[in-house]
C-alpha cells in the first residue's frame, strides 16, 4: 500500500511519460538530448519506477500507448 503511494506521487511529480528531454531524445536518438537521456536514466530513481509501473500495466494488459 505504501509502496503503490510512493509510485504515484513519483509518477505525479516526474512525469518520465512527458519529459520534454525523453521526447526530443525519442524524436532525435543522435542528439545531445538522446546523450543527456541515456545518462541520466542510468541512476534516476524515477526512470526505474517508471519502467518498473510500465513492466506491471503490461503484466496487467492495461497499458497506456
Avoid at 536518438?29 to 518498473?52: E, N, V
Wanted: aromatic residues 10%.
Amino acid at each position: 500500500m505504501v509502496e503503490t503511494v510512493v509510485v504515484e506521487s513519483i509518477m505525479k511529480l516526474h512525469r518520465c511519460e512527458d519529459c520534454p528531454i525523453r521526447c526530443n531524445a525519442i524524436k532525435k536518438p543522435h542528439s545531445l538530448f538522446a546523450r543527456i537521456h541515456r545518462w541520466h536514466k542510468t541512476w534516476w530513481p524515477g526512470w526505474k519506477i517508471y519502467q518498473a509501473e510500465l513492466r506491471s500495466r503490461r503484466a496487467a494488459g492495461t497499458a497506456r500507448a
